[in-house]
């Protein structure tokens, strides 16, 4: 029962899926530890977007706009909000009390306006190349599925910043049952990728858990710990370099 509750609890915090309201502070603890699973949401919806609207044969850039929007939708956009409120802080030059302050500040500040508008026009762009290649399923599934266990981990595992958010409200003392999810994704699926498409599918989920580590590296010595706001930064390059990935290499099966 408890994991069932933090599981409506993950699903209403993270993405649009109509859930009953509820809350429990015994199952609050599993809320991150279940992220990965709720990257299943946008992968279904993109999926499913970029199937139905590329056999009703529409502009190549209408369909990616389409299915970018679906994309980000399924979770109600929270991650970008998370890019913008990093982008504002980690770009500033400030000193790191600056900075947090910064990231506090519900304002939206030129650095996070410019970053919101290169990140789309990237995952724009790719998806627009993807969307003339034939339809393959599992990265619609696996990039917001890592992207979510690589977000959870750093939440898990790393001092939060801020006494606001869900980082702060959700990690607790740790315990090894909550990293059974985020670490059987971000090893399973690597496997299952190499499996169902070669190097191609290796060169995806690597590319994406180099980024992973290399921003939340960045993150961590120039904050000193995360936040909600730094792990949907973290959530939301990882998706940006796997689509820009996929839309390069020539041929994912």
């Not at 999926?47 to 994309?71: D, K, M, P, Y």
Request: net charge positive.
């Amino acid at each position: 029962m408890r994991l069932i509750k933090a599981w409506f609890m993950t699903l209403g915090m993270f993405t649009i899926v109509p859930v009953p309201p509820v809350w429990d502070d015994d199952a609050k603890p599993w809320v991150v530890p279940l992220l990965p699973l709720a990257g299943f949401i946008p992968g279904i919806l993109a999926s499913g977007a970029s199937w139905l609207f590329s056999r009703a044969e529409l502009n190549g850039l209408l369909e990616a706009v389409l299915v970018l929007l679906a994309w980000h939708l399924a979770s109600g956009f929270i991650h970008v909000d998370g890019l913008m409120d990093t982008s504002d802080a980690l770009f500033s030059r400030a000193s790191r009390d600056k900075r947090l302050a910064i990231l506090k500040d519900p304002h939206v500040g030129s650095f996070a306006v410019i970053a919101l508008v290169a990140v789309l026009l990237m995952q724009l762009a790719s998806l627009e190349s993807v969307m003339n290649k034939p339809f393959v399923l599992w990265p619609w599934l696996v990039i917001p599925i890592l992207s979510r266990s690589w977000a959870s981990l750093a939440v898990l595992l790393t001092p939060k910043v801020l006494t606001e958010g869900y980082a702060s409200q959700f990690r607790s003392v740790l315990k090894r049952r909550y990293f059974l999810i985020p670490l059987a994704a971000l090893v399973g699926l690597p496997i299952l990728v190499s499996v169902l498409a070669g190097w191609s599918g290796l060169i995806l989920v690597g590319v994406l858990a180099v980024t992973a580590g290399t921003t939340w590296m960045i993150v961590k010595r120039s904050l000193g710990g995360i936040s909600g706001d730094l792990a949907g930064f973290i959530l939301v390059v990882c998706e940006t370099a796997a689509l820009l990935v996929w839309a390069i290499l020539p041929e994912v099966v």
